[in-house]
């Protein structure tokens, strides 16, 4: 059962006191840490806390804290002890590794709904990349000591921690299959699919991330993903700023070169609508 559904449950079939209090309980830790009742929803989605409920992600949670960040904001730096993890609540995340040139590359990207850096907590790794807001970001920051030491006697929280890991790896093999196989203009016509809330006909929709940004994810320059948008025109794809016209989605899925199958940003897309994000 789903940690936002718990009390309303115990109420619901009478069972006693002890647990609708037990779940009135978690529900007020939960607010304390600054999480509404749909980013309780949200964390309680993830893979690492499946089959969770209210009072024992309230557990899991002792002593994280929702932490606003501005754009550009550095999260954690490559090489330092990993001694954190995090849920995107809004908002996005960069993680990228830096060139002996002085360059960075950027490795991924984080949106609301998705869990970062939960693999490097593990044997007092250290983080192997870099982290910073991509934008104003709200972010669940969680202590990996409480963490480690829960995990230690659940073993359902391991096998959920093997769930989440699993699904950041499936992300990378989509990610490579991308980079290796596709075009540019293919790369490109994909995400832009993945922003169309319908399957067929005219979509208008906006660009969740800045221009850079969504070409770093693409593996491409900012000028070939200019490029790439030009080439669409011809597929009825109109770009004005940080809006996008499709004038035919139907017509724009054999530009993506994978049979208008919507799985390779699935993990990185999110509904075209921004999320606000509250002032800090």
């Given at each position: 059962?789903?940690?936002?559904?718990?009390?309303?449950?115990?109420?619901?079939?009478?069972?006693?006191?002890?647990?609708?209090?037990?779940?009135?309980?978690?529900?007020?830790?939960?607010?304390?840490?600054?999480?509404?009742?749909?980013?309780?929803?949200?964390?309680?989605?993830?893979?690492?806390?499946g089959g969770?409920?209210?009072?024992?992600?309230?557990?899991?949670?002792?002593?994280?804290?929702?932490?606003?960040?501005?754009?550009?904001?550095?999260?954690?730096?490559?090489?330092?002890?990993?001694?954190?993890?995090?849920?995107?609540?809004?908002?996005?995340?960069?993680?990228?590794?830096?060139?002996?040139?002085?360059q960075d590359?950027?490795?991924?990207?984080?949106?609301?709904?998705?869990?970062?850096?939960?693999?490097?907590?593990?044997?007092?790794?250290?983080?192997?990349?870099?982290?910073?807001?991509?934008?104003?970001?709200?972010?669940l920051t969680?202590?990996?000591?409480?963490?480690?030491?829960?995990?230690?006697?659940?073993?359902?929280?391991?096998?959920?921690?093997?769930?989440?890991?699993?699904?950041?790896?499936?992300?990378?093999?989509?990610?490579?299959?991308?980079?290796?196989?596709?075009?540019?203009?293919?790369?490109?016509?994909?995400?832009?699919?993945?922003?169309?809330?319908?399957?067929?006909?005219?979509?208008?929709?906006?660009?969740?991330?800045?221009?850079?940004?969504?070409?770093?994810?693409?593996?491409?320059?900012?000028?070939?993903?200019?490029?790439?948008?030009?080439?669409?025109?011809?597929?009825?794809?109109?770009?004005?700023?940080?809006?996008?016209?499709?004038?035919?989605?139907?017509?724009?899925?054999?530009?993506?070169?994978?049979?208008?199958?919507?799985?390779?940003?699935?993990?990185?897309?999110?509904?075209?609508?921004?999320?606000?994000?509250?002032?800090?």
């Amino acid at each position: 059962m789903t940690a936002v559904k718990q009390a309303v449950h115990s109420r619901a079939h009478g069972e006693g006191d002890e647990r609708v209090d037990e779940g009135d309980g978690a529900a007020r830790d939960l607010a304390r840490l600054g999480l509404a009742t749909e980013d309780v929803a949200l964390v309680g989605r993830l893979p690492l806390f499946g089959g969770v409920d209210a009072a024992g992600l309230a557990r899991l949670l002792g002593g994280a804290a929702v932490r606003h960040h501005e754009r550009g904001t550095p999260l954690f730096i490559q090489g330092e002890a990993a001694d954190r993890f995090f849920v995107v609540l809004d908002g996005w995340i960069r993680l990228f590794r830096e060139t002996p040139g002085g360059q960075d590359s950027t490795i991924a990207v984080f949106g609301r709904g998705e869990s970062l850096a939960e693999a490097a907590i593990l044997d007092a790794a250290r983080y192997p990349v870099s982290a910073s807001a991509a934008s104003r970001t709200r972010l669940l920051t969680i202590p990996a000591a409480g963490f480690l030491d829960q995990l230690r006697n659940d073993p359902e929280l391991a096998l959920n921690l093997l769930a989440s890991m699993s699904r950041h790896l499936h992300r990378l093999v989509r990610q490579v299959e991308q980079l290796t196989t596709r075009s540019s203009v293919e790369r490109v016509a994909d995400f832009l699919l993945h922003l169309c809330p319908a399957e067929a006909g005219r979509a208008e929709v906006e660009l969740p991330m800045d221009k850079a940004l969504i070409a770093a994810r693409l593996g491409m320059r900012p000028e070939t993903l200019s490029r790439s948008l030009a080439k669409l025109r011809v597929d009825g794809v109109e770009t004005t700023g940080d809006r996008v016209v499709v004038h035919d989605v139907r017509r724009l899925r054999p530009r993506t070169g994978g049979q208008g199958q919507r799985t390779s940003f699935r993990s990185v897309v999110r509904p075209v609508r921004r999320h606000p994000v509250p002032p800090p």
